[in-house]
């Protein structure tokens, strides 16, 4: 007994002061995306608080972290401006619209972990995996150069002359205490002290610079004070269960599901990688939508798991579900009772944080293999970095996967080969080698000559396999052709699962399958397939 709570608690320490950490850097970021999606502060740090604590309790891959992101509160601003267009101003129907959509939303991902689909991450090429970090850090990048702005007249004007020096100043500072304390002890929590340092700087020395109480402010919102998240009642009075209903938060609900899915299971890959273990994706995809659910109950706007948080944790030691429940339940802590102190932690400090995670985030190798990969893997790299910036996540790694999936497609679609020979009775032999499948049938078809082939002809696919429908498609049409030429066609050497195939897909195929067996590694084949 007390090997095992010593075994579970010997990184309590890291993980604690990694979920402190983590906690400070999840308050701008939640407040930013509730603007972003057209609702207020605390509809994002409520989501951050009810998602970061289900999923770090009850998720696939402890020691991430998941909370209100960017890339859903992209598509929840036409939601909820769609919404709020079907009632009076005052009935703020979009908030509620939205709630029903996240629960839609979390409903679609506990479906997709019950079902198990949660393991096709696992097929995601490396070079989207490199094109989804890299653009996911210069992404990161960017949204932090919005803290270098502040409202003047109601405009968002960059910041100039003292206060950009001053701003820039803290920042810097903040990644040298970052950069060179773990040099000093690798013990000290960087990130943590970092903050802490510059927030006195800052405080004692009344330094007029943007924190996050005026960040809020600033947005629109009353502060960063609240009380512990209510039920919502009032959706089930102002969003109708009907058809019309369904139709409207129905597509939303799918792209967001899909959106967090895809950053939440890239998320879990490249965290697996780092801490050299390995997650559930199907557990994790069940803990989403579960969390998703019950956060649109109580008032949350959604959300999935945050790369650039998740890297604070692990870079800062985390690596249990302690550290994502401290951050969760330190973050609703200053939600209740430190709201005034954490409204006073300047956001240079936390830009400072984000820039760090940006730099450990890109991968810089990728500059040094360019020249050393397939030109067409490297295609691939940059594109999906670029489109993950243009347009968002999920439209990047789907684009990144079609165009692996075409590269490897068209390769093997060239590899196919069919070696002839003449048996003594002047029976032709096509010996196939390569797969069969739909970018290889046009030179499949290519290598028979039908005219001038004998009476009998035998495809032998000792070397090869029938694929997918195309490739039987192509056998029956090559059957028909050798029929209308008055020639016998057979085919030998396949598989027990392509046998199935063809006799599921044609009588005339089935007729065709030559069952003997008189090649004695076919022997050997088909005992291996029996064992397995």
Same mark, same amino acid.
């Given at each position: 007994?007390?090997?095992?709570?010593?075994?579970?608690?010997?990184?309590?320490?890291?993980?604690? *002061?990694?979920? %402190?950490?983590?906690?400070?850097? /999840?308050? =701008?970021?939640? !407040?930013?995306?509730? $603007? #972003?999606? @057209?609702?207020?502060?605390?509809?994002?740090?409520?989501?951050?608080?009810?998602?970061?604590?289900?999923?770090?309790?009850?998720?696939?891959?402890?020691?991430?972290?998941?909370?209100?992101?960017?890339?859903?509160?992209?598509?929840?601003?036409?939601?909820?401006?769609?919404?709020?267009?079907?009632?009076?101003?005052?009935?703020?129907?979009?908030?509620?619209?939205?709630?029903?959509?996240?629960?839609?939303?979390?409903?679609?991902?506990?479906?997709?972990? *019950?079902?198990? %689909?949660?393991?096709?991450?696992? /097929?995601? =090429?490396?070079? !989207?995996?490199?094109? $989804? #970090?890299? @653009?996911?850090?210069?992404?990161?990048?960017?949204?932090?150069?919005?803290?270098?702005?502040?409202?003047?007249?109601?405009?968002?004007?960059?910041?100039?002359?003292?206060?950009?020096?001053?701003?820039?100043?803290?920042?810097?500072?903040?990644?040298?205490?970052?950069?060179?304390?773990?040099?000093?002890?690798?013990?000290?929590?960087?990130?943590?002290?970092?903050?802490?340092?510059?927030?006195?700087?800052?405080?004692?020395?009344?330094?007029?610079?943007?924190?996050?109480?005026?960040?809020?402010?600033?947005?629109?919102?009353?502060?960063?004070?609240?009380?512990?998240?209510?039920?919502?009642?009032?959706?089930?009075?102002?969003?109708?269960?009907?058809?019309?209903?369904?139709?409207?938060?129905?597509?939303?609900?799918?792209?967001?599901?899909?959106?967090?899915?895809?950053?939440?299971?890239?998320?879990?890959?490249?965290?697996?990688?780092?801490?050299?273990?390995?997650?559930?994706?199907?557990?994790?995809?069940?803990?989403?939508?579960?969390?998703?659910?019950?956060?649109?109950?109580?008032?949350?706007?959604?959300?999935?798991?945050?790369?650039?948080?998740?890297?604070?944790?692990?870079?800062?030691?985390?690596?249990?579900?302690?550290?994502?429940?401290?951050?969760?339940?330190?973050?609703?802590?200053?939600?209740?009772?430190?709201?005034?102190?954490?409204?006073?932690?300047?956001?240079?400090?936390?830009?400072?944080?984000?820039?760090?995670?940006?730099?450990?985030?890109?991968?810089?190798?990728?500059?040094?293999?360019?020249?050393?990969?397939?030109?067409?893997?490297?295609?691939?790299?940059?594109?999906?970095?670029?489109?993950?910036?243009?347009?968002?996540?999920?439209?990047?790694?789907?684009?990144?996967?079609?165009?692996?999936?075409?590269?490897?497609?068209?390769?093997?679609?060239?590899?196919?080969?069919?070696?002839?020979?003449?048996?003594?009775?002047?029976?032709?032999?096509?010996?196939?080698?390569?797969?069969?499948?739909?970018?290889?049938?046009?030179?499949?078809?290519?290598?028979?000559?039908?005219?001038?082939?004998?009476?009998?002809?035998?495809?032998?696919?000792?070397?090869?396999?029938?694929?997918?429908?195309?490739?039987?498609?192509?056998?029956?049409?090559?059957?028909?052709?050798?029929?209308?030429?008055?020639?016998?066609?057979?085919?030998?050497?396949?598989?027990?699962?392509?046998?199935?195939?063809?006799?599921?897909?044609?009588?005339?195929?089935?007729?065709?399958?030559?069952?003997?067996?008189?090649?004695?590694?076919?022997?050997?084949?088909?005992?291996?397939?029996?064992?397995?």
């Amino acid at each position: 007994m007390v090997q095992f709570i010593r075994k579970r608690t010997k990184n309590a320490k890291n993980d604690i *002061l990694s979920g %402190l950490t983590v906690a400070l850097a /999840l308050v =701008p970021e939640a !407040v930013a995306f509730a $603007f #972003v999606a @057209g609702v207020e502060p605390l509809v994002g740090l409520y989501a951050a608080f009810m998602i970061g604590l289900i999923t770090a309790a009850f998720g696939g891959r402890p020691g991430m972290i998941s909370g209100a992101t960017g890339a859903l509160a992209v598509v929840m601003v036409s939601l909820v401006a769609d919404g709020n267009k079907m009632g009076a101003p005052e009935e703020n129907l979009g908030l509620y619209y939205l709630f029903a959509t996240v629960i839609l939303m979390g409903a679609i991902q506990i479906v997709v972990g *019950l079902f198990k %689909l949660g393991k096709f991450v696992r /097929l995601i =090429p490396h070079p !989207v995996m490199m094109g $989804f #970090v890299n @653009g996911l850090a210069i992404v990161i990048f960017l949204s932090q150069l919005d803290m270098f702005k502040e409202f003047v007249n109601g405009e968002m004007v960059w910041l100039h002359g003292s206060k950009l020096y001053i701003m820039a100043g803290l920042v810097f500072l903040t990644m040298a205490i970052m950069y060179f304390l773990p040099k000093l002890s690798k013990k000290l929590p960087e990130a943590l002290i970092a903050i802490g340092v510059v927030s006195a700087i800052v405080i004692l020395g009344k330094v007029d610079i943007a924190t996050v109480g005026s960040f809020i402010r600033d947005g629109g919102g009353e502060g960063l004070k609240g009380g512990l998240p209510q039920f919502q009642f009032e959706l089930f009075n102002k969003v109708p269960f009907t058809w019309e209903s369904i139709k409207f938060i129905g597509p939303y609900a799918i792209i967001l599901a899909a959106i967090g899915l895809i950053e939440s299971l890239m998320t879990l890959n490249l965290i697996d990688e780092l801490t050299e273990t390995r997650g559930s994706s199907n557990r994790e995809c069940v803990a989403q939508g579960g969390a998703n659910i019950i956060t649109g109950l109580f008032g949350g706007m959604g959300g999935c798991a945050m790369i650039g948080q998740s890297l604070i944790n692990i870079k800062s030691g985390g690596r249990t579900r302690l550290s994502g429940i401290v951050a969760a339940i330190t973050l609703l802590a200053f939600i209740l009772f430190a709201s005034s102190f954490i409204e006073q932690v300047p956001i240079a400090a936390l830009v400072g944080v984000m820039f760090m995670v940006v730099i450990g985030t890109f991968a810089w190798s990728s500059f040094r293999i360019l020249n050393k990969i397939p030109l067409s893997d490297a295609l691939v790299l940059i594109s999906v970095s670029a489109l993950t910036v243009i347009f968002d996540l999920a439209i990047a790694v789907i684009a990144g996967i079609i165009m692996s999936a075409l590269v490897f497609s068209w390769e093997n679609a060239k590899r196919i080969r069919a070696r002839k020979r003449t048996l003594d009775d002047g029976t032709r032999v096509y010996e196939i080698w390569g797969p069969l499948f739909f970018g290889s049938i046009q030179e499949f078809k290519n290598k028979f000559d039908i005219k001038n082939d004998p009476d009998k002809v035998i495809i032998d696919f000792m070397e090869s396999r029938v694929a997918d429908h195309s490739a039987l498609e192509a056998l029956f049409q090559l059957v028909e052709k050798y029929e209308a030429a008055g020639k016998e066609l057979h085919v030998q050497h396949l598989s027990e699962e392509c046998q199935e195939l063809m006799i599921k897909a044609s009588p005339k195929l089935a007729k065709v399958i030559d069952k003997s067996i008189d090649d004695p590694r076919y022997h050997v084949m088909s005992k291996v397939n029996e064992r397995v």
